[in-house]
């Protein structure tokens, strides 16, 4: 019978799980089951500030580059990024909650056949073919109104992100989908809440709740009405314990209280600056139970209202996120600015040699 965790088992477990050994590209996302993406590049995007740790050799903008001979697809999950293509395919065929207008169709439709007929296309070629006009987008600025035409097919499955060029997404007709449009809803939102699950475990239970909220009101928003039983299903049948007062979650087979996860090779001398969104920190609140301060992403908060920075890399070393780093480029150099939780620098020597040379592989993963 498993032990019951400690909070400390919790902690090294989500490290351990999550920090596996560097792998092949396509090994890394099949074992993350999602990539998240984020725009922007300080010194490097999201992605690949994630990828750099689990994958072998792992260049900035290797992902973009080697994306069309992958099996994996741009998609919406709990957030957009890239998952693998069988995954993807289980939330298709996607009804949006909003409704299109039979106007809104009748452009879809047209531009629908432009891109048959191009193969691939550039947001700026269906600008140039249709006049749709502009539009106000999300953050109350203007964008073309075909860009966010060719968005919306995207989220609805007509389109795909066949490749990107220098950020930005070139679309073309979407694969057929293997899974016949009749499978049960059921069984698919327990697979793509497992993914989920498997990616951000172990899980406080008001975590789980949002997660399970997302895959079916965003990621399947034509199976949202199944979500109260597929929470209840997931809380049947995942195992879980009570820590500290609050209940927790984890995938089924896995036990966090064992000893691999005590003695796993990512709890030694390596010192990781970490994304923001990178799965070992992702989740807020269970950062603020594990490390006992609060992180906060600050690149959309006034510059006099920052703590840490604009865009401030968890520090992890040793098992403990100690501190953070603000990093860029200058002089064909790579400048740290590291922060403290404690206010200083470890005294410890391998602290210092461990952060040099956390600097040189960032430097070689940016291609300094």
């Known amino acids: 019978m498993p032990n019951t965790p400690t909070l400390n088992h919790l902690r090294r477990y989500a490290i351990s799980r999550s920090l596996f050994k560097p792998t092949t590209l396509t090994r890394a996302i099949t074992k993350l089951g999602f990539v998240q993406f984020d725009p922007i590049r300080a010194p490097a995007r999201a992605q690949d500030l994630m990828l750099r740790h689990r994958v072998t050799d792992y260049r900035a903008g290797d992902l973009e580059a080697r994306y069309p001979r992958l099996a994996v697809e741009e998609d919406f999950f709990v957030n957009y990024g890239v998952l693998p293509r069988a995954t993807q395919s289980l939330m298709h065929p996607r009804t949006s909650r909003s409704e299109w207008s039979p106007e809104r169709w009748a452009q879809a439709r047209a531009v629908l056949e432009f891109v048959k007929s191009r193969g691939v296309v550039h947001p700026r070629e269906v600008d140039a073919e249709f006049d749709h006009g502009a539009t106000q987008n999300w953050f109350g600025g203007n964008s073309r109104a075909s860009t966010q035409l060719l968005e919306g097919m995207h989220y609805r499955g007509l389109l795909r992100v066949a490749r990107r060029e220098g950020g930005i997404r070139l679309y073309a007709p979407q694969l057929a989908h293997e899974r016949e449009s009749q499978a049960d809803p059921d069984e698919v939102l327990d697979a793509l809440i497992d993914v989920a699950v498997a990616k951000y475990a172990p899980l406080p239970a008001s975590m789980l709740n949002r997660l399970v909220a997302w895959v079916c009101s965003a990621a399947t928003p034509q199976w949202r009405e199944h979500r109260r039983d597929a929470l209840a299903r997931t809380k049947a049948r995942l195992p879980q314990a009570t820590v500290d007062g609050s209940l927790w979650y984890w995938p089924a087979g896995e036990d966090p209280a064992r000893r691999r996860y005590a003695n796993d090779d990512v709890l030694d001398e390596r010192l990781r600056l970490l994304a ?93």
Not at 281 to 303: I, K, N
Not at 321 to 329: E, K, L, T, Y
Not at 344 to 357: I, K, V, W
Request: no cysteine.
């Open 276 to 368: 923001p969104f990178d799965p070992v920190v992702w989740d807020r609140e269970r950062f603020e139970r594990f490390w006992g301060w609060a992180y906060r992403f600050e690149a959309y908060t006034p510059p006099s209202k920052r703590v840490r920075g604009y865009y401030a890399l968890p520090m992890l070393w040793r098992g403990q996120v100690i501190g953070w780093a603000n990093a860029a480029v200058s002089d064909g150099r790579l400048r740290l600015q590291p922060g403290y939780v404690s206010g200083d620098a470890p005294r410890d020597a391998a602290f210092q040699a461990a952060l040099q040379e956390e600097q040189v592989l960032f430097e070689q993963f940016l291609g300094l």
